[in-house]
């Protein structure tokens, strides 16, 4: 029977003739030595797995911040629009008192009646 022996390719023909995954490329290109294990491409997924999920969740903190700030632009010009409501109600009803209203309408030759008024009463068969 024969021993059993391997053979030792060379670099230059094993770049040539390999069309391995991506994981084996990465393991040539970071690891490659033969001495080392190189890189232990059994964890790739898992890294690039979190690497996503940290990417996502990045994404996701600049997402919530921006809709924050969004939020508080709207809340400061809801309060804005609140105060001009309240301000704009406040000057129509002191516009429709009575004083002021006799007041604006002196200019047009207009004068309040100085007589109090009364009720008109109509009896049953008149109407």
């Known amino acids: ?46 890294f690039l797995f979190f690497v996503v999920l940290g990417i996502f969740y990045i994404g996701n903190s600049h997402y919530a911040d921006k809709t924050i700030r969004k939020i508080d632009k709207l809340e400061q010009e809801v309060e804005d629009l609140r105060a001009d409501y309240t301000t704009l109600k406040s000057e129509y009803m002191f516009a429709s008192k009575q004083s002021e209203v006799a007041k604006r309408v002196k200019k047009l030759g207009l004068v309040e009646s100085q007589e109090p008024p009364f009720k008109i009463v109509i009896e049953e068969g008149e109407y």
Not at 31 to 40: I, Q
């Open 1 to 46: 029977m024969s021993k059993n022996t391997y053979k030792v390719k060379h670099k230059g023909n094993m770049d040539k003739q390999s069309s391995g995954s991506i994981f084996s490329f990465l393991d040539k290109k970071l690891g490659g030595d033969k001495e080392s294990e190189g890189l232990p491409v059994q964890y790739l997924p898992y």
